[in-house]
Nanobody, 122 residues
C-alpha cells in the first residue's frame, strides 16, 4: 500500500520557521516528482512547491517564492518543505504529493498524504 505521511506541522507566530517532512512507503518514490499542496479554511487546495526526481527542476507558487524551500532525499524516500518568514495567510493543511513529473503534479498529483496542520498566528 502506497503511503505518504507528513509531519512537522504546528502552531507558530508570524515570522517564525517550520520544516515539514514527508515520508513515503509502499514503493520507491525516487523515480517520481514530489511536491506540496495546501488548503486554507474555506479555500480550494493550491499548489505550493514541486521538485523533480533528480532535484534539478524546482517550482514554487508565487506566494511562497523566496520564503519556502523544497528538497528531497531519495535514499530516505523523503521530501521536505522549509518554510521561513511565515505569515498568517500561510495557515493551512499542508499535503505531500507525488506524481510522474513536476509539470503533472502542479495540477494532478497521483498520490496524496493525509495532511498536516500549519497555523501561523499574527
Amino acid at each position: 500500500q502506497v503511503q505518504l505521511v507528513e509531519s512537522g506541522g504546528g502552531l507558530v507566530q508570524a515570522g517564525d520557521s517550520l520544516r515539514l517532512s514527508c515520508a513515503a512507503s509502499g514503493r520507491t518514490f525516487s523515480g517520481y516528482a514530489r511536491g506540496w499542496f495546501r488548503q486554507a479554511p474555506g479555500k480550494e487546495r493550491e499548489f505550493v512547491a514541486a521538485i523533480s526526481r533528480s532535484g534539478e527542476i524546482i517550482s514554487y507558487a508565487d506566494s511562497v517564492k523566496g520564503r519556502f524551500t523544497i528538497s528531497r532525499d531519495n535514499a530516505k524516500n523523503m521530501v521536505y518543505l522549509q518554510m521561513n518568514s511565515l505569515k498568517p495567510e500561510d495557515t493551512a493543511v499542508y499535503y505531500c504529493v507525488a506524481g510522474i513529473s513536476t509539470a503533472i503534479i502542479t495540477s494532478r498529483p497521483a498520490y496524496w498524504g493525509q495532511g498536516t496542520q500549519v497555523t501561523v498566528s499574527s
